[in-house]
């Protein structure tokens, strides 16, 4: 990662967000998307397009397609490219976010419309609706977002913003029914809508209070893009002290045993990563 030089604050304080380009050299982002390549042929134990085996891996196996996005964005892999680099923890000090603290996971955002189609909701609106993230982490109120495009994000699905919205407070937040509850703008902020192409290693970084979505689907709009984002209150802020440190996001342990290895699989496993070390 290449230092950042020039100071972004400003422009985050009055627009709610700033897009860094080149803040990643594109090689490093590359590899993270190669590495959820290798784990989706993995996963399917097919080689193929990365978007062609997600594809495949949602329709014929839909529960291991979510847990492997779930995995791959705990990965140490994806944490070690993208998110443990002093370079963003300056940035983030230089944004006044002073002792960053990860809110919950990172988050994937993998679009197209075939990985998004659902028979059960058919005309769905491809991506997310207008929201703001602070509603679903209510920590500290400097609170921000960092989002980052795995691939060139042109016409394919970019990130569309509210430039000064975050000034306007928290917005009431409504669930239409697809379990994404959604902010409907003013028609004053609809006014400063900002569609925010980017290319593979930009970064975005936006107020928690910023309201933004995916730009829905327009002529020209198709085809498949991939990022990612992490979320990051802050343990020196007052406001989040004030609201005991309260995050909305919740870890849950299901108790039930799904499955029971024998001890063989076991030392088997065991065994098996020993056997690669050497
Ligand atoms: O990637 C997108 O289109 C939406 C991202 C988003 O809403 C978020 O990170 O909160």
């Known amino acids: 990662m290449k230092p950042y030089t020039p100071n972004p604050f400003e422009k985050y304080v009055d627009e709610g967000y700033v897009l860094l380009k080149g803040f990643y050299s594109p090689s490093r982002v590359e590899r993270a998307l190669e590495y959820l390549s290798q784990c989706a042929t993995r996963a399917l134990e097919r080689e193929g397009d990365l978007h062609a085996n997600l594809q495949a891996l949602r329709e014929l196996f839909p529960e291991r397609y979510s847990n492997l996005l779930n995995a791959f964005v705990r990965s140490m892999t994806l944490r070690e490219l993208l998110f443990n680099d002093p370079s963003l923890m300056n940035l983030l ?3 006044q976010l002073i002792e960053p603290v990860y809110t919950t996971y990172p988050v994937s ?4 419309e075939d990985l998004w189609s659902n028979p059960n909701k058919p005309g769905e609106i491809v991506g997310s609706p207008w929201h703001q993230d602070w509603a679903s982490m209510q920590g500290s109120l400097n609170a921000l977002t960092c989002w980052i495009p795995l691939l060139d994000v042109g016409e394919n699905f970019p990130l569309q913003c509210i430039a000064g919205s975050h000034r306007d407070g928290l917005r ?3 669930d239409h029914g ?6 409907a703008p003013t028609p004053t902020q609809q006014q400063n809508i900002v569609t925010l192409h980017c290319e593979r290693g930009d970064m975005v970084i936006f107020s928690s209070f910023l309201l933004h979505r995916t730009r829905p689907q327009s002529a020209g709009s198709s085809g498949f893009r991939a990022a990612v984002s992490i979320r990051f209150d802050d343990m020196s802020d007052e406001s ?3 609201r005991d440190y309260y995050c ?3 870890h849950t342990v299901d108790r039930e ?3 029971f290895p024998t001890s063989e699989e076991i030392v088997h496993s065991i065994k098996k990563g020993n056997e690669a070390l050497h």
Not at 109 to 112: F, P
Not at 178 to 183: C, M, Q, R
Request: hydrophobic share 30%; glycine share 0%; proline share 8%.
């Open 178 to 183: 697809n379990t994404f509850p959604e902010a």
């Open 257 to 259: 045993i799904r499955t």
């Open 109 to 112: 955002h993998l679009i197209s």
């Open 248 to 250: 909305a996001y919740r």
């Open 172 to 174: 009431p937040h409504e």
């Open 93 to 95: 000090t230089q944004l």
């Open 240 to 242: 989040y002290r004030n």
